[in-house]
């Protein structure tokens, strides 16, 4: 898959998302990068997630989910997933990260 066709599937993605997380991605920005050195990592929350937040968190630099391209295509041709799936998928799992959910309370949710 080509990067741009890659790039839109994560537009719509995003585009996807309900309009309460929407509202509350501020200061967050979503970037493709080829891989990652673990391969399992599909994706990667770096930032204060919103629970953290507090008055010094203003001017801050934005919150970054990086979706790694070969890792989720990967993935799905191992599994025999959907990519444009995946990609929903990963991106909801790194926007809990960012809402403060931890992996293991995911886990716990029965949401991963």
């Given at each position: 898959m080509t990067r741009k066709e890659f790039e839109k599937l994560v537009r719509n993605a995003l585009k996807a998302l309900?309009?309460?997380f929407k509202e509350k991605l501020r200061n967050v920005d979503v970037v493709i990068e080829d891989g990652a050195k673990e391969r399992a990592l599909m994706g990667l929350y770096e930032g204060v997630p919103l629970k953290d937040r507090t008055?010094?968190?203003?001017?801050a630099m934005p919150d970054k989910i990086t979706l790694f391209k070969r890792n989720i295509e990967t993935e799905c041709g191992v599994r025999g997933l959907d990519v444009q799936t995946e990609i929903g998928h990963?991106?909801?799992?790194?926007?809990?990260?960012?809402?403060?959910i931890s992996d293991e309370r995911l886990e716990d949710m029965g949401v991963y």
């Open positions: 309900p309009k309460r008055q010094e968190y203003s001017l990963v991106i909801q799992h790194e926007i809990a990260h960012h809402f403060g």
